[in-house]
């Protein structure tokens, strides 16, 4: 069974920095894409940033040059650090990971559990 796992979240003040990390385990062959997404409340859950098995990134616009997502190939972790903080960086923020897995035999998306960030003004 694959497991993805977050840490990280919590209350920063406006300006402030955090750094999430999310660790997938289980049987696992190969993980393509790894990234994350955030959910405000009441709006729909949106990719922030995602980076490939090669390290391609891709983020949403609004975090470019404050947020910097990598990953750990070889520990099957991705992390993510969120820098210049604004309140409406604010969510709850769930990881996913695009895991070829030896029960299943394709790649499938699994997901975090998610993790809350609040950021104070």
């Known amino acids: 069974q694959v497991q993805l796992v977050e840490s990280g979240g919590g209350l920063v003040q406006a300006g402030g920095s955090l750094r999430l990390s999310c660790a997938a385990s289980?049987?696992?062959?190969?993980?393509?894409?790894m990234g994350w997404y955030r959910q405000a409340p009441g709006k729909q859950r949106d990719l922030v940033a995602r980076?490939?098995?090669?390290?391609?990134?891709h983020y949403k616009d609004s975090v470019k040059g404050r947020f910097a997502i990598s990953r750990d190939n070889a520990r099957n972790t991705v992390y993510l650090q969120m820098n210049s903080l604004k309140p409406e960086d604010a969510g709850v923020y769930y990881c996913y990971a695009d895991i070829l897995g030896r029960s299943v035999g394709i790649y499938r998306d699994y997901w975090g559990q998610g993790t809350q960030v609040t950021v104070s003004s």
């Open positions: 980076v490939s098995q090669g390290g391609y990134t």
């Open positions: 289980g049987n696992i062959i190969s993980i393509n894409y």
